[in-house]
């Protein structure tokens, strides 16, 4: 058995990981696949071979620079874990590690879990993640029915209006807060200063690759958060249909960045999208009461924030009400059905050439 790392146009052994798994999984893109593991030095997509050269397992991860409170270092957010025969998931568990100072699962499948309890990692508490309306989601193939109920569900009168509410919570903010629209990220969108003690410290460079706002198979929009007309933060929203997700988001001040996000929702939640479903997560202790103000509903740890490492547990103490958790970190933002995206053909999808 050996390990490889996927490389951009590995057609074949992408085939052969896309066989293995169940309709619509992100690895059967590879649109997605060759932008988010094409980057060697910031993602990578590992893959078990057997001795006769077939993909037997897989796991992905994406290195992220971190400021904790025992101070900077590089987590490993795991992703695309699965053994397709026994003795795989092991191996490629060491390989994951050795990449960072320590790995890190944000929610992850059952066999994920199962491994990083049995290493007896750190499971951080108080990282809850927050709904406001119901996504109503669309789903390939469904029957024409169901779409037109969801479409008439986004409409009802009863879903929350989020730019109206926006505006009334900014109101009662009293902070002059705004949202700018941006197309490019530039250093001056980071802010020079946080009170968190836990956070994502990314390069402009790496923002700009992880949540490109010209990916077709993915929509990112990035705001600018001005306060009292000075840049102090920004906000990356994940827009899909029927849905709209927190990306990602920071700022020099707990309570900005929370005025910040409505601002940005304010912005990107109009007209038809007035009633979409909204996603995020926060461990934050002064972001957590604005948001159920705001009407969100919280659905505590149903995501598993997890650290750990070989041998090894991380010193970042147990209050997380002062950390900055955001919902599409790792993968969990870049999920299959995508835009527009084929699936890739795979031994059971061919069709038979006419004779």
Aim: glycine share 10%; with cysteine; aromatic share 12%.
């Amino acid at each position: 058995m050996k390990i490889v790392q996927y490389k951009t146009g590995d057609t074949e052994l992408l085939r052969q990981t896309a066989s293995q798994l169940p309709p619509h999984h992100g690895l059967r893109f590879p649109s997605f696949v060759d932008h988010y593991y094409g980057q060697p030095d910031r993602a990578a997509l590992l893959l078990m071979l057997n001795d006769e050269e077939q993909v037997i397992g897989t796991l992905g991860y994406e290195k992220m620079p971190f400021v904790t409170p025992a101070g900077e270092y590089t987590l490993a957010i795991g992703s695309n874990y699965h053994a397709f025969e026994s003795g795989a998931g092991g191996l490629l568990f060491l390989h994951w590690l050795k990449a960072s100072d320590f790995g890190c699962v944000w929610g992850g499948n059952e066999n994920t879990q199962r491994v990083v309890e049995h290493q007896k990692w750190t499971r951080f508490q108080g990282v809850d993640t927050f709904q406001l309306n119901a996504a109503y989601a669309e789903v390939p193939g469904e029957a024409w029915w169901r779409q037109a109920a969801k479409t008439a569900l986004r409409f009802s009168p009863r879903r929350t209006r989020i730019d109206e509410r926006s505006r009334e919570m900014l109101h009662r903010g009293g902070l002059n807060i705004q949202a700018i629209a941006e197309e490019s990220f530039t250093a001056d969108l980071l802010p020079k200063s946080s009170q968190f003690a836990f956070r994502f410290k990314p390069s402009a460079e790496h923002l700009a690759w992880r949540y490109d706002t010209t990916l077709d198979f993915v929509r990112y929009r990035l705001f600018r958060i001005l306060h009292n007309g000075e840049s102090a933060g920004y906000v990356i929203l994940n827009e899909q249909p029927g849905r709209t997700i927190v990306a990602q988001c920071d700022a020099t001040d707990r309570w900005v960045l929370t005025q910040g996000v409505f601002a940005a929702l304010s912005e990107a939640c109009r007209g038809r999208r007035n009633g979409c479903g909204v996603a995020l997560t926060s461990a934050c202790g002064i972001m957590k009461p604005a948001l159920e103000e705001f009407g969100f509903r919280r659905r505590a740890n149903v995501r598993p924030f997890v650290i750990g490492g070989l041998g090894r547990q991380p010193g970042f103490g147990k209050y997380t009400g002062n950390w900055l958790v955001n919902f599409d970190w790792g993968d969990n933002g870049l999920r299959a059905p995508f835009l527009g995206q084929p699936q890739i053909e795979t031994v059971s999808q061919r069709v038979p050439k006419a004779a």
